[in-house]
């Protein structure tokens, strides 16, 4: 008589994914119509890490300032 295979342990990163993903009973599923919808959603509820609004700042201060288009020019506004 053999014996059963042993059952592979699970991760602590696939208990945590499982935890995550189970609805506690104050939770309600909600039903997307679409993916757009879906991330704009988890961007509410997800909030960034402080750095990173620092990094994007900087980011962005070292992009070269545009000078007005050429049409813009042209018309004088």
């Known amino acids: ?3 059963p295979p ?3 342990r699970r991760t602590r990163q696939e208990q945590i994914v499982e935890q995550h993903h ?3 009973p104050d939770q309600t599923a ?3 119509s679409n993916a757009e919808e879906m991330i704009r959603f988890d961007a509410a509820q997800t909030l960034p890490p402080p750095a ?3 990094r994007v700042r900087n ?3 070292r992009e070269p300032r ?3 288009s ?3 020019r042209l018309l004088g506004r």
């Open 1 to 3: 008589m053999e014996s």
């Open 6 to 8: 042993p059952t592979p």
């Open 22 to 24: 189970t609805l506690r």
């Open 30 to 32: 909600i039903e997307f």
């Open 52 to 54: 990173l609004g620092a």
């Open 59 to 61: 980011s962005v201060n």
């Open 66 to 68: 545009v000078q007005r």
């Open 70 to 72: 050429w049409w813009m």
